[in-house]
């Protein structure tokens, strides 16, 4: 397995690893409409590859904590026949690894504790950083990354197409 920036020939495959991933459109949709958006941010959108197939995809798109740039990543997505086999998390490392690079200080997700704490996420409130969306709690994480400074708290916005789930 290999894991590289997306190409544009490959749009067509993330999208349907994403919808074999989540079995509904809703979340290959959103990474369409990322890759439209002005928060698209091509080098922190990564591919797991087996051979030249595309086998997992995840992507951090650009969002704000109180006027503040950082990132929400998402979606990460794995094809349902590569699942548990290091997939997501060579993704997640790489993904983490190159937004550090890039000097960003804060990436932010919704998703589940149980999987994203092995990866240094924390529930978001611990870090002072909230969403209108107060159901999300329980599940809105926050992981700091080199230049993550303690004053970068407040309310977290993901890039728009976020906000038409």
């Given at each position: 397995m290999i894991v590289q920036r997306e190409t544009s020939a490959q749009a067509?495959?993330?999208?349907?690893?994403?919808?074999?991933?989540?079995?509904?459109?809703?979340?290959?949709?959103?990474?369409?409409?990322?890759?439209a958006d002005q928060g698209w941010l091509p080098e922190l959108s990564l591919v797991a590859l087996d051979g030249d197939k595309v086998i997992g995809h995840v992507t951090c798109t650009r969002a704000w904590l109180d006027g503040a740039p950082v990132l929400g990543l998402g979606p990460l997505s794995v094809h349902p026949g590569h699942q548990r086999r290091g997939v997501g998390s060579a993704l997640v490392h790489a993904v983490l690894g190159a937004a550090d690079a890039l000097g960003e200080p804060l990436v932010v997700l919704l998703g589940d504790p149980r999987y994203y704490s092995r990866f240094g996420f924390r529930l978001a409130a611990?870090?002072?950083?909230?969403?209108?969306?107060?159901?999300?709690?329980?599940?809105?994480?926050?992981?700091?990354?080199?230049?993550?400074?303690?004053?970068?708290r407040g309310d977290f916005v993901y890039a728009e197409p976020f906000n038409r789930l």
């Amino acid at each position: 397995m290999i894991v590289q920036r997306e190409t544009s020939a490959q749009a067509a495959e993330i999208h349907a690893v994403t919808l074999a991933a989540f079995g509904q459109a809703l979340e290959a949709d959103l990474v369409d409409e990322l890759r439209a958006d002005q928060g698209w941010l091509p080098e922190l959108s990564l591919v797991a590859l087996d051979g030249d197939k595309v086998i997992g995809h995840v992507t951090c798109t650009r969002a704000w904590l109180d006027g503040a740039p950082v990132l929400g990543l998402g979606p990460l997505s794995v094809h349902p026949g590569h699942q548990r086999r290091g997939v997501g998390s060579a993704l997640v490392h790489a993904v983490l690894g190159a937004a550090d690079a890039l000097g960003e200080p804060l990436v932010v997700l919704l998703g589940d504790p149980r999987y994203y704490s092995r990866f240094g996420f924390r529930l978001a409130a611990e870090f002072g950083i909230s969403h209108q969306n107060t159901e999300w709690a329980p599940h809105f994480q926050a992981r700091t990354l080199t230049t993550y400074r303690p004053e970068l708290r407040g309310d977290f916005v993901y890039a728009e197409p976020f906000n038409r789930l």
